[in-house]
């Protein structure tokens, strides 16, 4: 099976996929033990026979170092093996709850601002550059984040091309 990349795949921050295969789960565990074993040095991981991480070996660890994560399920009496790319779930969580926390104090403080002002009272002045200082915390946030991406970006490739090359040799392809 070919496999190209698209506009998703540049859009999305987490690119999934979703694969079929005949053999059970602990076969697909070890088969992907020993291509793990076989690219020693270029990849490590944890694997089991229901989930496995994947990461890139490099000599330095930046913060949005990017990791292949695979389940591996039972589907309507079918392995099925459910991959998604993107950074480990603790830099992921914290960014998700830096966008929250952002966004709930700039609207909490526009809604200072707002409502200081229908009953013209001067309480809060410093409530919408409060806001604006939310707004650009919120940018900066976003900044971080596209800039892990794009230091990411090569180890991403090849994580890509570990997923394709350790698991659609084993995709079912006529249902």
Known sequence: MQTEETTLDK?????????????????????????????????????????????????????????????IEIEDDKTTIRGVFGPSSAVWTFFMFLYFLFSILWMTFFTMYYVEKQIKSFEFPWALNASFVMLICIALTYVAARFGQHKGKAEMLQLRKFAEESTLKFEKLDD
């Open 11 to 71: 859009i999305r921050t987490r690119p999934r996929f979703k694969m079929f295969t005949n053999i059970t789960k602990e076969e697909y565990a070890e088969n992907l033990k020993k291509y793990l074993a076989e690219h020693k040095g270029e990849f490590s991981g944890n694997i089991n026979k229901e989930v496995a991480t994947i990461c890139v070996e490099t000599k330095y660890d930046n913060y949005w170092k990017p990791r292949l994560s695979l389940r």
